[in-house]
């Protein structure tokens, strides 16, 4: 019956190609799977609470909002084995370590290469296991390595844990460290005292990255960076926000559609610039759309009863509608070829020097 289903899927998603753009095709294609994944999820009850913490952490001012504990409390909803105070605890006493090697009055750039050292340099105070980024899973698909908790653990991480880390301890020791994004990637943005602003790549070691560095490794329309959806620094309650795009890729992958809908609506409540929202609003409603009415009736034809039709038509002008707001902030769809130059550039880290 899985395999039924998941093929009656497929087929329903071929039509969606012709009629919808192929970029929010593409997002419907990459979760048909989940219709035959055996993965446990949570009860229903669970998505109304995990939308009710969520919004009342968000709700909060930025300076009462803290990220490490957003963070973790926010991925227990994907792995409830995760020990939200014993995880806050380990970074506090990360923080107090970091702390104990700077000179009095140590100035913001100091901070950062005495943080930058810890994570990253093999040393004593790292017991010799630095923080690096997982060559195996350059595009992220494992969501588990997403996970604060599992990088802790595990010390191998992506442009998701990696760069939340770097915020969440540089915070504790009094820098100006947020997350900015640019497509498909999380970078550090810090704020020296003077007011200048850097890039900092947690993925490679914790480096400087220049502007037009960043802009020739990651395209991006000149509206993009008008509008400021790529490259400026985040306040923490946007920081916030761009971290649940975990739980909505959990959600995502599981087919939950109204609880991803629900929190991706929040989301832009908080935050309206927030493309990937618009992108999970649009992927979602197209599920709606296509797998609760097409797998039905075939397709949106007088067999459908008027009711259903008009919801039909309804949802899929939310798709277009959702879409196009994200492109009017200048967001476009990934190259395919700008994915395989950085496969390439994986492929060669990995060579043996």
């Not at 087929?11 to 990459?30: H, Q, T």
């Not at 989940?34 to 968000?58: E, G, N, R, Y």
């Not at 991006?220 to 971290?243: C, H, N, Q, W």
Request: with cysteine.
């Amino acid at each position: 019956m899985a395999c039924a289903r998941l093929a009656r899927v497929y087929s329903v998603c071929g039509k969606i190609m012709k009629i919808l753009s192929p970029c929010i095709a593409a997002l419907l294609l990459s979760c048909a799977a989940a219709f035959a994944q055996d993965a446990p999820l949570p009860k229903p009850v669970a998505f109304t609470a995990h939308l009710q913490s969520i919004t009342a952490a968000l709700e909060k001012p930025d300076e009462e909002l803290d990220l490490g504990e957003f963070i973790l409390t926010l991925q227990r909803m994907i792995d409830p084995s995760i020990d939200v105070p014993g995880n806050l605890k380990r970074l506090d006493r990360m923080a107090t370590e970091i702390n104990a090697t700077l000179p009095l009055m140590a100035n913001s750039r100091v901070k950062v290469e005495a943080l930058r050292k810890y994570l990253y340099m093999a040393g004593p105070w790292n017991d010799n296991r630095p923080f690096r980024y997982d060559l195996e899973d350059p595009l992220g698909k494992n969501l588990r390595n997403k996970l604060l908790s599992s990088y802790l653990d595990s010390r191998k991480g992506n442009c998701v844990s990696m760069p939340s880390l770097f915020v969440v301890l540089g915070q504790r020791i009094g820098l100006d460290v947020t997350l900015a994004t640019v497509p498909r990637h999380i970078f550090v943005k810090y704020r020296d005292e003077g007011g200048q602003l850097y890039n900092i790549e947690a993925t490679s070691g914790g480096g400087f990255a220049r502007d037009v560095w960043m802009r020739q490794l990651y395209v991006m329309t000149d509206l993009s960076l008008r509008t400021g959806i790529y490259m400026r620094p985040l306040s923490k309650k946007e920081a916030a926000v761009e971290m649940v795009d975990t739980l909505l890729e959990f959600y995502a992958a599981n087919g939950v559609l109204q609880p991803r809908v629900d929190l991706a609506l929040l989301l832009l409540a908080h935050a309206p610039k927030h493309v990937n929202g618009m992108l999970h609003l649009a992927a979602a409603y197209g599920w709606m759309a296509e797998v609760s009415y097409m797998l039905d009736y075939n397709s949106p034809d007088p067999r459908m009863p008027l009711k259903e039709r008009l919801k039909y038509r309804e949802l899929s002008r939310q798709v277009m509608e959702w879409e196009q707001r994200a492109r009017a902030l200048g967001w476009r769809p990934m190259d395919p070829e700008a994915e395989s130059t950085y496969l390439r550039r994986v492929d060669d880290a990995k060579k043996p020097l």
